[in-house]
């Protein structure tokens, strides 16, 4: 579904992501990890081209993305992105704000696009709230409205950049179930997240970056036993 061909990123002089070649098979989950600063957030911004790349390909269902024909809002509609901080607007309530995409990009008026944000809305578990202003959720629950947001125009793919790292400990849990559900409902999912009991429950592969260089591409079993990469085994004793 996702293709790294040799991927290379730089800003300015720094080299932020050096020669990435992985694939993300279609409906399969895969978590990503490394230190801070290791290019996690540029490396999954470049799939719907948040982010330029200098050299390499990447493919989306086996497509070039930078091929001029691409259109990036098509592009984009087929990807579903979850910031760490949820990015919903204060100003609109949390039906307004999962209904957004369906108005903005599909051109649908209110009306139209108010059962399938509340169909949604359902299944985040958030239907009770959706006149709420985003002030007056939790975190978990503005998290869960964002996740709901990206899905609205039924993307294939849904990435997420760290959905928990800016929640109150008790909150974790109802977004991880919410992801956990999405993985077994088939969707093709990319987290970025240091939930290490997530990622060997749910993911199909578990990736590692250090220093923009994808080190270490295994499944669960082999990235928590004795044979993983050193940097892994330091990484995990680190975040433990
Ligand atoms: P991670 O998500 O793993 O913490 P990032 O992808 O955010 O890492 O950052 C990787 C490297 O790129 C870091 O050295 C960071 O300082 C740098 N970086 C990120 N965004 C920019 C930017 N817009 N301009 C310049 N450097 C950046
Ligand atoms: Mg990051």
Redesign the pocket.
């Given at each position: 579904m996702i293709e790294f061909h040799s991927v290379s990123k730089r800003?300015?002089a720094?080299q932020?992501i050096h020669d990435v070649s992985a694939t993300v098979e279609k409906g399969t989950t895969i978590v990503l990890c490394?230190?801070?600063?290791?290019?996690?957030?540029?490396?999954v911004r470049t799939v719907n081209r948040l982010e330029p790349i200098q050299s390499g390909r990447i493919t989306v269902a086996g497509r070039d993305i930078h091929e001029k024909s691409v259109d990036v809002n098509t592009l984009r509609s087929g990807i579903g992105f979850v910031f760490q901080q949820f990015n919903l607007f204060p100003h609109l309530t949390v039906v307004d704000n999962v209904m957004l995409p369906l108005r903005r990009l599909r051109g649908q008026s209110r009306r139209q696009a108010l059962p399938t944000a509340m169909l949604m809305l359902e299944r985040v578990g958030l239907a009770d709230r959706a006149q709420s202003l985003p002030a007056d959720i939790s975190g978990g629950q503005a998290q869960r409205v964002a996740i709901a947001r990206s899905l609205i125009l039924k993307p294939e793919i849904l990435i997420l950049d760290e959905p928990t790292s800016a929640l109150d400990p008790e909150m974790v849990g109802e977004v991880l179930k919410l992801l956990r559900e999405l993985s077994a409902g088939g969707i093709t999912l990319m987290c970025?997240t240091h939930e290490m009991g997530f990622a060997r429950e749910v993911a199909d592969r578990i990736w590692f970056?250090k220093s923009?260089r994808l080190t270490f591409d295994a499944s669960p079993d082999l990235f928590f036993s004795q044979e993983a990469h050193p940097d892994v085994r330091g990484f995990l004793s680190s975040i433990h």
């Open positions: 800003y300015g720094l932020v490394g230190p801070s600063g290791s290019g996690k957030s540029t490396l970025v970056l923009g």
